[in-house]
């Protein structure tokens, strides 16, 4: 990985307009010039584990950052004894600017934001076909997670061997959701090849509630994760990772990162923006150029019915969008 040494090119001053006006802006780094690039793989109470060059390294995160958080997937500079020794501890005095943030509020009803993972390119919402049964309304909040965050969806249904992925399936290809389906006593070979496409080159962020097969389907995409696991143990100090963090974990041949996400029981939606939901509905958002204000595309003075029944676009997309911005109010079973 590269290191902003004395010979620092210009690519590390990028001039770009700032906020407000154009005035040019650098990357200032007078301090920190020797800092490395790493890579965050987990997070444990304030003990950050992060990839430098092939090296594990633990870290805590510099004053300087402040209440600035950290989360998996982030790109850092990092500083200090970077050996990846047995008890030593390195410095994150920087993280880089993100190019997605995957969020949730613990609840509707709470305003926090945790980030669960940083620079995801795509989210795959892994799903049982029975045992458990499939929750379209989980489904549907992480879709709706992902379109704010503008990250591509992708739903992996596990257990086909148990019950057929044809209900599912008719109600998300129509939304444009990529689909794979997956079975275990496939998954040395065409269902991990089916799965290993679609994620080949990406950064994939997985969730999932507990018991759908994340697991499984993780050891079969990642041989090394037991080694992997154990590495980032060996560092927490842990005899299992818990499920507090999420881990990235490397796809092999250098082909992209899984990151294997704690359960997700609920997803909660309270910072969802319509306004960026509805960027994945490119057929409809031109449609909502005379809609009020701050319309929630969900109310009486929307013009999206108007505009659809003139033939713009097919009723059935507004109907999944509107399904889906539904899906910010919480109900019973969620
Ligand atoms: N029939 C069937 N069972 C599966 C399949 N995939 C996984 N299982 C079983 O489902 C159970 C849960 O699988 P895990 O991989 O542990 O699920 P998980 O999502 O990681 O669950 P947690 O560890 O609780 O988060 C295990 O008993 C698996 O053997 C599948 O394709 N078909
Ligand atoms: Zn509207």
Redesign the pocket.
Known sequence: MRRYGKDADEEDVRVRPGRRGSRPRTRIRPKHEDAAEGFVLTVDRGRITCLVDDRQVTAMKARELGRKGIAVGDRVDIVGDLSGAKDTLARIVRVQERSSVLRRTADDDDPFERVVVANADQLAI?T?LA?PEPRPRLIDRCLVAAYDAGITPLLVL?????ASAEPLLASYIPLGVECVV????E?DGAAAERVRERLAGRITALV??????????VNALVPERARATGMVNAVTGRGRHT?TSALALPLPDGEGWVIDTP?VRSFGLHHVNPARVIHAFPDLEPGTAECPRACSHDEPDCVLDAWVEAGNADPARLYSLRRLLATRERREGD
Do not use: C, E, N, Q
């Open positions: 892994v049982a045992d596990t257990k086909a061997d148990l997956t079975r275990h006593d998954l999932g509630h507990s018991g759908v097969g994340k697991t499984t389907l499920t359960g």
